[in-house]
């Protein structure tokens, strides 16, 4: 069974930075891509970023781009989400989760590629 843990959340003032880590267990995190997803309140889960198994790979959706850089250290099983220059709009629960294969598709945005996920943890950006 795949565990993943995610931690690093917190309340941060706009401009400030946080670093999300996400531990994985279970599996040979090494051949497996990774994402990130948030979900504020009322609205539904949505892409952040994805990096595929090597970690030379990454996707972000338009709004961080710039601002979050996703990374992948495969000796600690750990993915990370960089988070620079926070807006109160990135306040939301972040959530990792695994690629259900080795190597990413054209649909690495849908949530329904991702076959387990960690429990979350919250992001809160003030103004």
């Known amino acids: 069974q795949v565990q993943l843990v995610e931690s690093g959340g917190g309340l941060v003032q706009a401009g400030g930075s946080l670093r999300l880590s996400c531990e994985a267990s279970?599996?040979?995190?090494?051949?497996?891509?990774m994402g990130w997803f948030r979900q504020a309140p009322g609205k539904e889960r949505e892409f952040v970023a994805a990096?595929?198994?090597?970690?030379?790979?990454?996707y972000y959706t338009d709004s961080v781009k710039g601002r979050f850089t996703i990374s992948k250290d495969n000796a600690k099983n750990t993915v990370y989400l960089q988070m620079n220059s926070l807006k109160p709009a990135d306040t939301a629960v972040y959530y990792c989760?695994?690629?259900?294969?080795?190597?990413?598709?054209?649909?690495?945005?849908?949530?329904?590629?991702?076959?387990?996920w960690g429990q979350g943890t919250q992001v809160t950006v003030s103004s």
């Open positions: 990096i595929s198994w090597s970690g030379y790979d990454t």
């Open positions: 279970g599996r040979t995190f090494s051949r497996y891509p």
């Open positions: 989760a695994a690629y259900s294969s080795a190597y990413l598709t054209a649909r690495y945005r849908e949530r329904d590629e991702y076959d387990y």
